[in-house]
């Protein structure tokens, strides 16, 4: 098992170029997110998708899009980039979370091995 | 204000001590918390979920959720230097789905 794969692994894009990040995960999971991740900032929250075929806004959603694909991929665009996108970009999958006490399907997410992006 | 906070460190210990981290969370519709562990350059990995009130004990790992008070800890007894990490609060709300993290807490574990 693959897990989640985000690509590529590092990128240097000039202001006001264009770029998708990939992401496909092979758990089955229904929720997936991007993050980005600056210093002393911990992971914010991109966009999500709860399930296939829907996504919403999370806490920094402005200059990017995202595209659920299918349940395994979930893409993230950069229209036209600028200095203030340059960060460690994170995708990250989860299940919903299921009633009882059984294994699995308890909400955890699994992350990609990130993307380090820079902007020029 | 954050809807996840937690104390940004650096937070030194000694070997051998407990290291007490803590988070707190604003939206009360949230039913689901993790503490996930982060090396520097590395990606964040799970290490303790909790979804209802008390204590939860994984080996030297131990989650405490008080939903009423809106608080989340984590306590690591018989601190190591490869604990040394930075700890993330996340916390999520199931029926919207949205996992939010708080800034981390850096910790350094001194030999």
């Known amino acids: 098992n693959a897990g989640v794969t985000q690509t590529p692994k590092f990128q240097v894009l000039k202001t006001g170029q264009s770029m998708t990040l990939q992401c496909a995960q092979d758990?089955?999971?229904?929720?997936m997110y991007w993050y980005r991740q600056d210093p002393g900032m911990g992971l914010r929250l991109i966009y999500y998708?709860?399930?296939?075929?829907t996504t919403d806004k999370g806490e920094v959603p402005n200059g990017y899009n995202v595209s659920r694909l299918n349940k395994r991929e979930f893409s993230l665009r950069l229209e036209s980039a600028a200095p203030s996108q340059t960060s460690v970009y994170f995708c990250?999958?989860?299940?919903?979370?299921?009633?009882?006490w059984g294994g699995g399907g308890r909400g955890e997410a699994f992350f990609g091995q990130g993307t380090r992006l820079t902007v020029v | 204000q954050k809807e996840v906070e937690q104390n940004s460190g650096p937070l030194s210990v000694p070997e051998g001590a407990i290291a007490s981290l803590n988070c707190t969370y604003s939206d009360r519709g949230s039913q689901s918390f993790f503490w996930y562990r982060q090396y520097s350059g590395k990606s964040p990995e799970l290490i303790m979920s909790i979804y209802s009130n008390g204590d939860k004990e994984d080996g030297r790992f131990t989650a405490q959720l008080n939903k009423a008070s809106q608080y989340v800890s984590l306590l690591i007894r018989d601190s190591q230097p490869s604990d040394s990490a930075t700890y993330l609060c996340a916390v999520k709300n199931n029926q919207g789905g949205k996992l939010i993290f708080g800034q981390g807490t850096e910790l350094s574990v001194k030999p």
């Open positions: 998708s709860a399930s296939e075929g």
């Open positions: 758990m089955n999971h229904n929720s």
């Open positions: 990250a999958s989860s299940d919903r979370v299921k009633g009882g």
